[in-house]
């Protein structure tokens, strides 16, 4: 039915009127049509297809799909053929997409029904893209970083990269490290960022990350506890230093009270049996799974030479001095070594000066008397000395009385 308006030219030249051509069995000779989509803005500079699809009912005719693509949403390239259901063929990955839709009834109408599209959904992913994760704090107790491990899906197409630094102002001044999945981590540093990029290379791809765990150890600190035992009316005790997981040192406490210290030593704990002091170390070598080491005796820890050493009160002027200072000239002391050298020094108080003198040993003395010849100028008004056996081999044990020789002067006050 066609409906049109007419102007008569009759008497009645003021009316208007609608003629209707009615008609039955007409035929239409439109057998074909095309629909172009609106402009799709994908937000993506280099947008990617994804799997895509479309709703339509054909009717025993026809409907074909392609998809176009255009860097500024004006200039298109060649329309490609699509298929509902699979991702566009990929033309050159630009921002602004399209659909074309052709539905045709093959040149025949036949009384059927005609082809309709319900709906067109295109689906499209950024071609690569990064993730930059927050800074993590592993704390001040990292001894190192470990496994780098990501579990990612989708598509192989993830690219990741690290950077650590001591504080959260040194990390971000440092460039990202590349780094594959399952290998170490370097260095120690306490804080970490890391970064994963991705690209879409398939149609296919769908590259995501699901998890990510980052691997460190810690220092363990003191693994062991401390002990202690009476020997010989010496109190024995053991402690670990702050930057060993073992009791690498013992502190010696005679019985007046007097404290020295030994380190170096892998001790456990103690031990009093048999008139024997006995300690036990957790080191092992891998076979033995660890030994017990008879102390008080010897000269060397595990076979590697023990060195110790002690320092004695400062000697002062009597009260009624206080106003001289005295000139060392020389120091007596007992002593009994095995064989070597040791190294005895002198304190001076009053110029906060510390001398050494190597002192030569004779092989197996018993006990002698040492003279210890200060060097010339040795002035203080307090003097001590100090002792230190590094020898292999050599034990030194120090007997009293040990003597001080000096002159005195008259201090000018000021």
């Known amino acids: 039915m066609t409906i049109w308006g007419e102007y008569s030219s009759s008497e009645d030249a003021t009316q208007d009127f609608l003629e209707l051509d009615d008609f039955t069995g007409g035929v239409s000779t439109i057998y074909s049509g095309t629909f172009t989509s609106a402009t799709l803005d994908s937000g993506f500079s280099t ?23 255009s860097s500024d949403g004006s200039s298109w390239d060649t329309a490609l053929s699509w298929s509902t259901g699979t991702a566009p063929t990929d033309g050159t990955r630009k921002r602004y997409k399209r659909y074309i839709l052709t539905l045709s009834t093959g040149g025949t109408t036949n009384g059927t029904a005609l082809p309709y599209v319900d709906d067109v959904t295109l689906s499209v992913l950024a071609s690569s893209g990064s993730y930059i994760s927050d800074i993590r704090d592993a704390g001040t107790a990292i001894s190192s970083w470990d496994i780098f491990n990501p579990n990612t ?29 399952g290998a170490d981590i370097s260095g120690s540093a306490r804080y970490i960022q890391w970064a994963d990029t991705f690209t879409v290379v398939a149609a296919t791809d769908n590259p995501h990350l699901d998890s990510l765990t980052i691997n460190f150890s810690q220092s363990a600190g003191a693994s062991q506890p401390g002990d202690m035992e009476v020997w010989n009316n010496d109190l024995w005790m053991t402690y670990t230093s702050t930057s060993s997981t073992y009791n690498s040192s013992i502190l010696l406490m005679n019985a007046d009270g007097k404290f020295s210290t030994l380190s170096g030593l892998t001790v456990y704990g103690f031990a009093a049996h048999n008139q024997k002091l006995l300690a036990g170390t957790s080191l092992n070598d891998g076979v033995s799974g660890g030994y017990v080491r008879q102390l008080d005796v010897g000269s060397t820890d595990d076979g590697n030479s023990v060195s110790s050493s002690v320092s004695l009160k400062q000697q002062e002027f009597p009260s009624d001095n206080q106003d001289w200072r005295k000139i060392m ?20 108080h009053f110029s906060d000066h510390a001398q050494n003198y190597t002192v030569y040993a004779s092989s197996g003395n018993i006990i002698g008397r040492y003279r210890l010849e200060a060097v010339p100028g040795t002035t203080a008004k307090q003097f001590g000395l100090e002792f230190t056996n590094t020898y292999p081999g050599s034990r030194l044990l120090l007997y009293p009385p040990i003597s001080y020789y000096f002159s005195k002067q008259k201090m000018i006050p000021q």
């Open 47 to 69: 947008a990617a297809w994804a799997s895509s699809g479309a709703n339509w009912t054909t009717n025993s005719h026809s409907i074909t799909a392609q998809t176009q693509e």
């Open 153 to 181: 899906a989708g598509g192989n197409n993830q690219s990741f990269s690290y950077r650590t630094g001591a504080t959260t102002t040194t990390l971000v001044a440092t460039a990202f490290t590349s780094i594959a999945a």
């Open 329 to 348: 000239s020389h120091a007596y002391f007992n002593y009994a070594v095995a064989s070597g050298t040791f190294t005895a020094t002198i304190n001076e």
